[in-house]
């Protein structure tokens, strides 16, 4: 009786379940359609791949691109400009991004917090396109930023055409132009945790700094862990957007990285097939870091991302 | 995270299969029968085939802008005085599937090439281009459309270039695309602000021959820079862009007048001594980047060189903050302009840089640039005849059309920039620069009447130059002015005065090593140059280092490459 009536239910559960499930076919649709039926133009990397010959018509050449890239006498520059400037970005972007959202948290006056978020998003919504020409404008040898340091007796720097400076403009344009969008997440977190444990922790005689150290960090840490790896994957992307905007051949030296370099050889020189090779080198390279840093993450801290 | 790049490689790999499993659904022996016997219909009917009596064809273009064309208010690339005369005369419908600037065009046509949909009919900048449209088998063969449908005017202006013109296009003995001429630009000029001048009291050339030392251009710019007769912020003495040479001789805003003055000749491959030699690695070429990088230490040359934009040096001379630039004879039509609408007071004088022995070096041009291309889908090619035909020969020879199109003649007078023409080529015969210019300055001294012009163009030239004369302060005719009085009259005099010492150079089809190493020695080329102006690298140690590397990295194997597709 009991285990009739444990079927029927459970059937009956099964039924309002396969609406949900169907409810997801549109979204799995999608997904299949954009994300995985392009994967087919991975064979691209294998191919001499010419357009009219199509996908299945091309000749397949094995690893022919993928040796002519790590023969290109710039690859080392053009990967390490890339991490460099990636990793300046991930590094000093996630830090200004806890920062910021642990100091927003302090201020109690609704108004000003309110102003100061939507004051710092902001930037996260123009295209790179627009921002250029206000970098360029601020950046350039008569603009405000050369003007501000004349009058401490500096300068002029040529930002934009000098090599040693250029990737330093390129990371902290990013990062002020990203923090304040990043920090939506860190605020989440932090509003997530348990105000008791702040409570406790100042009866016991914390101060504000070891509040944060020992109760807001650690509170944090899964969502930074989780931030982290995943930005990680973007390790050989510098930003393709940003950099094609603002450099020249001036700044090649430290400038020009990966993206930029495989859209002035494979797209402007129309070598597709040698595109989608450092296109896939660059997908398994962040699937590797990104394995990897989920691997870490679970024997230091117990704590699994997926 | 930004992986756009990526995003648009599978976006063309998917547009690429899906054209692939259309072509294959629709069946691949429909597409060619239908291919075959359009073209026997159109051998077969020959020129007989009134356009009128085709039904109107739908043409979808894709089309090369300009940002200011000076189209008159309502009127764009798509419908516009021209558009609608050819549409008239063919009964064609023109409807534009892309429009783009400059290098963006570049860029579309390499996508639509990439999805392997391309327009009806386009243009397309490289011979290369072309050459991968023709691989792939998206363009169609015009041999009998040409054959059939052009005018005898028509191909007497490609006879004048001596069959080099359609040997260009000329692929397996079939003729794959309409080109564009290219007569001899002459050399990159030197345009110096003479209201400036006159108002300090300078002199210049004084022999008059219309040639200056580098030295002397120097003194100019040092004196522009010391006096500012502009009266702007931030003065420059010489802006360069940042690619700072060019393969064409007459390139604008680059220092190719000073290094053809002291025999370099950037980005060219051409034979000394029985030798092919890439020009960009010479001794001389040396010596011409050394002049530059003197300039920058002293602060001749603008400090942000390099990373200035084309609009960037454009608005330093429209400011006023620089008054010496280089470029071709008719930047005066569609740069030049920009200061004129600024400084009423402008005035420009044109000089070209003398070698030490007095003569001005040029190079001669690849007979042509630019080529029109049809779809192989597309049912009509004839049409890309019927356009050269309109816009080449009647509307240049046969007055009574601009009767009937009086907007047209409007658009002339104007000055109404020629990319607006559904056909964004030039197609004029080998001489015709000097020739025309020989009849406008008949016509201006008086000897013959304006009727007995025979250009319209020339025509429409005489009528704006008088009129500024006159003191109309128009802004068309000021730019007549310069770019013919001025830019042409200057090779027309160095022409008379025998000035010239033509280079003719060797123009390589794409080899297999270029393919490849191209684009990566163009990097190093571009990069150590603009290092070597801006100090960065030493001249001696900068260029010796770099003309190694060049040579290593697939130069050498490409000269050799080049020199056995010579023999």
Request: contains cysteine; aromatic residues 10%.
């Amino acid at each position: 009786m009991s285990e009739n009536r444990k079927n029927r239910r459970q059937k009956a559960k099964r039924k309002s379940e396969v609406f949900y499930h169907l409810m997801m076919f549109p979204g799995l649709f999608f997904l299949i359609l954009f994300s995985y039926v392009p994967m087919v133009g991975i064979l691209m990397a294998f191919q001499d791949f010419v357009p009219a010959k199509g996908l299945f018509g091309s000749e397949f050449v094995g690893l022919k691109h993928f040796i002519y890239m790590f023969h290109l006498p710039d690859i080392a520059k053009i990967i390490r400009n890339t991490v460099v400037i990636a990793l300046g970005k991930i590094l000093i972007g996630t830090f200004m991004a806890i920062a910021f959202s642990i100091l927003l948290n302090e201020i109690r006056r609704q108004f000003f917090k309110k102003t100061v978020q939507t004051v710092v998003y902001l930037p996260h919504f123009l295209s790179w396109v627009v921002l250029a020409a206000v970098v360029v404008n601020l950046f350039s040898l008569d603009g405000s930023v050369n003007q501000i340091l004349s009058v401490f007796g500096l300068g002029p720097v040529n930002f934009m055409g000098n090599s040693k400076v250029f990737p330093g403009l390129i990371i902290g344009t990013d990062v002020w132009k990203e923090f304040g969008y990043n920090s939506v997440v860190y605020l989440a977190a932090i509003t997530g945790i348990d105000a008791g444990l702040h409570e406790a922790a100042a009866i016991d005689g914390a101060t504000w700094w070891q509040r944060v150290l020992h109760v807001t960090l650690p509170g944090m840490m899964p969502i930074i862990l989780l931030m982290g790896a995943m930005s990680l994957t973007s390790i050989l992307s510098a930003g393709f957007d940003q950099i094609y905007n603002l450099y020249s051949p001036i700044v090649y030296e430290t400038g020009d990285v990966l993206d930029t370099y495989v859209y002035r050889i494979g797209l402007v020189g129309r070598q597709y097939s040698f595109g989608s090779a450092v296109g896939l080198c660059r997908s398994i390279v962040g699937m590797a870091l990104l394995l990897g840093a989920n691997g870490l993450t679970k024997k230091l801290t117990d704590q699994k991302i997926f | 995270m930004k992986n756009r790049l990526w995003k648009k490689i599978m976006a063309g790999s998917l547009a690429a299969a899906m054209m692939v499993s259309l072509t294959a659904c629709g069946g691949g022996e429909s597409t060619g029968s239908a291919g075959g016997s359009s073209e026997t219909e159109a051998a077969q009917t020959g020129a007989e085939t009134a356009t009128s009596e085709r039904e109107t064809v739908t043409v979808r273009m894709g089309r090369q802008t300009l940002q200011n064309a000076k189209l008159p208010d309502g009127d764009t690339y798509e419908d516009n005085a021209y558009t609608r005369m050819a549409e008239k005369e063919l009964n064609i419908d023109i409807v534009d599937e892309f429009e783009a600037n400059g290098e963006d065009y570049d860029r579309q046509v390499s996508l639509a090439l990439s999805a392997g949909d391309i327009p009806d009919i386009m243009k397309v900048g490289s011979l290369d281009e072309l050459e991968e449209l023709y691989e792939n088998d998206l363009i169609a063969d015009l041999t009998n459309v040409y054959e059939t449908y052009a005018s005898d005017n028509l191909k007497a202006i490609y006879d004048s270039y001596g069959g080099r013109a359609l040997a260009n296009v000329t692929y397996d003995d079939k003729i794959m695309a309409i080109p564009a001429t290219n007569a001899d630009s002459g050399p990159s000029i030197v345009w110096v602000r003479s209201d400036w001048m006159d108002s300090l009291g300078m002199k210049v050339d004084e022999d008059g021959d219309s040639c200056i030392t580098i030295e002397e251009l120097e003194t100019i710019a040092k004196t522009f820079m010391e006096k500012n007769p502009g009266g702007a912020d931030n003065v420059v003495g010489i802006a360069l862009a940042s690619w700072i040479t060019s393969g064409d001789p007459d390139g604008t805003y680059t220092m190719n007048s000073v290094a053809y003055a002291l025999n370099a000749f950037p980005k060219t491959w051409y034979e000394r001594d029985g030798q092919l030699i890439y020009g960009s690695t010479t001794e001389e070429m040396k010596e011409a980047l050394a002049v530059a990088a003197r300039w920058f230490d002293e602060g001749l040359l603008d400090p942000q060189v390099g990373t200035r934009t084309w609009d960037d040096i454009t608005a330093l001379l429209a400011n006023g903050q620089t008054g010496v630039t280089f470029g071709t004879w008719h930047i005066p039509d569609w740069l030049l302009n920009n200061i004129y609408a600024m400084d009423n007071n402008a005035r420009f004088a044109a000089y070209a840089v003398e070698t030490a022995d007095g003569k001005v070096n040029c190079k001669h041009n690849d007979a042509t640039a630019g080529y029109m291309v049809v779809s192989k889908q597309f049912e009509h090619p004839e049409i890309v005849v019927e356009l050269a035909n309109l816009f080449y020969d009647r509307l240049a020879n046969d007055p009574s059309l601009l009767e009937t199109y009086p907007e047209v003649a409007e658009y002339q007078k104007q000055g109404v920039d020629g990319s607006t023409r559904p056909m964004n080529v030039e197609i004029n015969s080998y001489n015709s620069l000097l020739e025309g210019f020989g009849q406008l300055q008949a016509c201006l001294n008086g000897e013959i009447t304006v009727d007995e012009v025979k250009s319209t163009e020339e025509k429409s030239n005489y009528e704006g130059i008088t009129a500024y004369l006159e003191g109309s302060g128009d802004a068309t005719g000021w730019a007549k002015y310069h770019s013919r009085l001025g830019g042409v009259g200057l090779i027309q005099k160095l022409t008379d005065d025998d000035t010239f010492e033509w280079l003719t150079p060797v123009f390589p089809r794409t080899t297999s090593t270029m393919e490849t190493n191209w684009a990566n020695l163009e990097k190093l080329e571009e990069e150590t140059f603009i290092k070597i102006v801006t100090g960065v690298l030493d001249v001696e140690e900068g260029f010796n280092q770099y003309v190694s590397d060049w040579k290593s990295q697939g130069g050498d194997t490409i000269i050799a490459e080049i020199t056995e597709q010579m023999h």
